[in-house]
C-alpha cells in the first residue's frame, strides 16, 4: 500500500442513531461531511447508505475512492448484548472451570455481599477437556491425546457448534499442542472457525488469556458477515478500494487482519475520536491533551501525550478484562441524554440513565418525559432552539415544563437553579472521569489543553476546562463527526506480543533478544501482507516490567532494536522512574522482572492535510442573532456565530454561542476563541 493516495479518502464511522461520513478529496483539499441515519437492524445499510451520500455531495465517482475506513460497534454490541452465537472452548485438563473461577476481585461501588458474577459466554458444559501439557519453559511434559481431540471435536460438531477458541497451558511458550488440536478440529469439523490463544493473545495468566480467546472466538462469526457486507455495499458504489477496520489500538487493518482476529475491533469508534482529536491538535500545535467524547449517552475521556494516544492492556468491555492493546479510555454513563430525576432520599441524580435516540430528551417532541441534560442546556440559553442548521425545532415550553415539574418545584428552585444544577452535577461526574486518566496516573491536568467533541463535547468545555485547570480548549472544525475525520488519520498498526518471564532480576539476554527477533519477524511479515511499502514501515519494542512478588506491571518503550547490557540497564532505570511517577516511590533495592516484550507494527498511510481558512472578516458577518443566556449572575443578551462563516483569525469573546451543523459551543464570561487557520477554535480564559 503505496504512502501516496490516487484518490479520495472516505472514514464512515456508524454510532447508534447516526452514521457519520467523512470524505477528503487529495487533489483538491476539500472536506466533505456527510450525516444519514444507521440502521440497527443491519449496519452495513447504513454503511452503504452514508457512502452514497458523501460521494453524491463531493461529486464524486465510486471508480475516484483510493480507500475507505470504518469504525464499529458490531463486535461490541455482541458482547454487552451477549447475542453471538453458540460457541465452544478446549482447554487443559483440570481448566473445564477457569472462566467460573476467574478473578477474586469485585468490581468498584458494587456490594461485596449482593455482587453475583455475571453470566459467562460460555457455559461449563461448552468447555472441553484435552489431556496434554506444556511447561512455563516451553518444554512439552506430555503429548498431547489425539483421540480426545477427536471426540471433543465430534462432540462440538454433533452439539452444531461453529466457532471454538482453544486456550491451552502455557500455549504462549510453545504453540504446537493449540496448532495440533486445530488441525484435528478442522478434520473432524471442516466449517468451523476457530481463535487460538497463541494467535490472539500469546501471554501468561490463564483467565484474562482465556476471555479474550473465547470473546473472540464469540464474535468471530458475525464479524466476518458483517465485513462481507460492507464489502458488498462498497462495490454496490461501484468502489473498488481498499477496506480498511479501525482497531482499539487507534491503527486501522484490512479485512483480512479483521476477520482473524475480530475481537481488536471492540472499542473502535472511541479510538477513533482519539486519533482525530489528537490529528486537529496538533495541527494546531498542541501534542499534549486531556480528550473527552461526550455523545448522548455516555462521555469517553482519554490522555494523549506527544501526539500519541496512551495504550493499555487492562482494558474493559462489559464485564470483561480485555487485556489486549486498545487506547487507554474512560467511559462514564454521562452525556446529552443523562435523564434527571431526583431520588429515593429526595437527592438530584443525573444519570447514568439515558433517553437514548427514543425518545430522545424532552425538547426533541418525541415523546420523552423525564428531564434530560440537553433540556437544561435548552432552558439556560445555551442551545439554539433549532438543531442541524435550523433543521430541526427543539421545543423549550417542554423543556420548561419537565424540569419545573420534575426537578425544580419538588426541591422548591427556581427553574434556572434546577437547570443549573443538573448540569453542576454532570460536569462534576466527568470532572472525576478526567482525573482518573490525569492526576490519578501522575499528570497534571494544567500541562494539558482539552479537546471537546461529540455532539454535546462543546456545549461543555468552557466549564469543564475550568473545574480542571486546562488553560486552553481546541474545538475541533467537525465535532460531531471527529471519530470519522480520526478514521482518516489513522495507520495501519499491529502489535505483536509474547510472555518472556524473567524472574529474580536475573536476565536471559540471548532469550530475550529471540523473543524480539521472532515478533519483529511477524511484525515485518504483517507489514508485508498488508502491502505497506518498506519505507511507510515503522518498528518499535517493547517490555513489560514489575518488582518482584508484584501482581501487574508497567509497560516501557525499549530503548532501540538491540538486546545488550546497555539496553537493559537503561530500561530498568526508565522502570524505576515510570513507577516513581506514578506511585510517587520506586524499589532500587528490590529484583526487577519481566513479563511480556512487545512490537508495534505501524504502516504509514497518506497524510491527510486540512484545508486552510480564508482570511476572517468584520466579526458581524459571522453574526445569526442574539440570545438570552441565563448566567447565574444573571441573563445577558449573547450573540450567536454560525461557525461556517467565521475565517481564519476571527476573534470572538464570551458569552456568546456558536451554531454549526453537528455540535454547538458555548462560551463563557471571561473566556475568548479564536478561529485556527485549519479550523479548530482555539479557547483561552482572559487574562486577569
Not at 487492562?314 to 479510555?329: E, H, K, Q, S, Y
Request: a negative charge; aromatic letters at 4%; proline letters at 7%.
Amino acid at each position: 500500500m503505496s504512502t501516496e493516495c490516487a484518490g479520495a479518502i472516505i472514514g464512515v464511522d456508524t454510532g447508534g442513531t447516526f452514521t457519520d461520513v467523512t470524505l477528503y478529496d487529495p487533489a483538491t483539499g476539500r472536506l466533505v461531511v456527510a450525516k444519514t441515519p444507521s440502521t440497527p437492524q443491519d449496519p452495513s445499510e447504513g454503511f452503504g447508505n452514508g457512502l452514497g451520500a458523501a460521494l453524491a455531495e463531493a461529486g464524486v465517482a465510486g471508480a475516484g475512492v483510493g480507500r475507505v475506513l470504518h469504525g464499529t460497534t458490531v463486535a461490541t454490541n455482541l458482547i454487552l448484548e451477549r447475542k453471538g452465537p453458540p460457541a465452544a472452548l478446549i482447554v487443559s485438563r483440570g481448566f473445564r472451570y477457569v472462566l467460573e473461577i476467574g478473578r477474586h476481585d469485585i468490581p468498584r461501588r458494587s456490594n461485596l455481599f449482593t455482587w453475583q458474577k455475571p453470566p459467562r459466554p460460555v457455559p461449563p458444559e461448552h468447555i472441553w477437556e484435552v489431556s496434554g501439557r506444556i511447561g512455563p519453559d516451553g518444554s512439552e511434559i506430555e503429548p498431547v491425546d489425539d483421540a480426545a481431540i477427536r471426540d471433543a471435536a465430534r462432540a462440538i460438531a454433533a452439539e452444531d457448534i461453529g466457532t471454538v477458541g482453544i486456550v491451552l497451558l502455557h500455549s504462549y511458550a510453545n504453540p504446537a499442542h493449540e496448532q495440533r488440536v486445530a488441525e484435528i478440529l478442522r478434520e473432524e469439523h471442516p466449517a468451523v472457525l476457530l481463535s487460538l490463544s497463541s494467535e490472539v493473545l500469546p501471554v501468561l495468566r490463564e483467565y484474562e488469556r482465556s476471555v479474550v480467546t473465547l470473546l473472540n472466538a464469540y464474535v468471530m462469526p458475525t464479524v466476518s458477515t458483517y465485513v462481507e457486507r460492507l464489502e458488498r455495499r462498497a462495490e454496490q458504489q461501484r468502489i473498488s478500494a481498499p477496506l480498511l477496520l479501525m482497531k482499539s489500538s487507534g491503527g486501522v487493518a484490512s479485512t483480512r487482519a479483521i476477520r482473524r482476529t475480530p475481537v481488536e475491533t471492540a472499542l473502535s469508534g472511541p479510538a477513533a475520536g482519539i486519533v482525530g482529536a489528537s490529528f486537529v491538535a496538533q495541527a494546531a500545535g498542541f501534542g499534549d491533551l486531556i480528550t473527552i467524547d461526550i455523545g448522548g449517552t455516555s462521555a469517553d475521556i482519554a490522555l494523549v501525550r506527544n501526539g500519541q494516544p496512551g495504550l493499555t492492556t487492562n482494558g474493559r468491555i462489559a464485564d470483561w478484562r480485555v487485556t489486549l492493546p486498545m487506547v487507554d479510555l474512560t467511559t462514564i454513563g454521562a452525556g446529552g441524554g443523562s435523564l434527571a430525576r431526583l431520588s429515593e432520599t429526595g437527592g438530584l441524580v443525573v444519570g447514568p440513565q439515558s433517553a437514548g435516540a427514543l425518545p430522545g430528551p424532552v425538547c426533541y417532541g418525541r415523546g420523552g418525559s423525564q428531564p434530560t441534560v440537553t433540556d437544561a442546556h435548552l432552558v439556560l440559553g445555551h442551545l439554539p432552539e433549532g438543531l442541524l442548521d435550523g433543521s430541526f425545532a427543539l421545543d423549550r415550553a417542554a423543556a420548561e415544563r419537565a424540569i419545573g415539574d420534575k426537578i425544580a418545584v419538588p426541591l422548591g428552585l427556581s427553574l434556572e437553579e434546577a437547570a443549573r444544577g443538573i448540569l453542576d452535577i454532570v460536569d462534576n461526574t466527568m470532572l472525576g472521569a478526567i482525573r482518573v486518566v490525569s492526576v490519578e496516573r501522575g499528570h497534571d491536568p494544567r500541562d494539558f489543553a482539552l479537546v471537546p467533541f461529540g455532539g454535546a463535547g462543546p456545549l461543555h468545555g468552557g466549564a469543564l476546562s475550568r473545574l480542571i485547570g486546562c488553560p486552553v480548549q481546541i474545538v475541533p472544525p467537525a465535532p460531531g463527526v471527529l471519530s470519522a475525520l480520526g478514521l482518516l488519520a489513522s495507520s495501519l498498526r499491529a502489535e505483536f506480543s509474547r510472555s518472556c518471564v524473567q524472574r529474580g532480576g536475573r536476565f536471559d539476554l540471548d532469550r530475550i533478544a529471540s523473543v524480539f527477533a521472532a515478533l519483529n519477524r511477524d511484525a515485518v511479515a504483517w507489514l508485508a501482507a498488508e502491502g505497506v511499502a518498506e519505507d511507510a514501515r515503522r518498528l518499535s519494542w517493547h517490555a513489560s516490567l514489575r518488582y518482584e512478588d508484584q501482581g501487574s506491571e508497567l509497560t516501557l518503550r525499549w530503548p532501540g532494536t538491540m538486546v545488550d547490557d546497555a539496553a537493559l540497564v537503561a530500561v530498568r532505570e526508565a522502570f524505576h522512574a515510570e513507577h516513581e511517577r506514578l506511585y510517587s516511590f520506586h524499589l532500587q533495592e528490590v529484583p526487577v522482572e519481566m513479563v511480556t516484550l512487545r512490537v508495534d507494527a505501524l504502516g504509514l498511510l497518506p497524510a491527510l492535510k486540512l484545508h486552510e481558512l480564508p482570511a476572517a472578516g468584520p466579526i458581524g458577518q459571522a453574526m445569526t442573532g442574539r440570545q438570552v443566556i441565563a448566567l447565574p449572575d444573571g441573563p445577558i443578551d449573547a450573540p450567536v456565530y454560525a461557525r461556517a462563516r467565521l475565517g481564519a483569525g476571527a476573534m470572538l469573546e464570551g458569552p456568546a454561542i456558536v451554531t454549526q451543523l453537528d455540535a454547538t459551543t458555548l462560551l463563557l464570561p471571561g473566556q475568548t476563541a479564536e478561529m485556527h487557520p485549519l479550523g479548530s477554535l482555539i479557547v483561552r480564559e482572559n487574562e486577569a
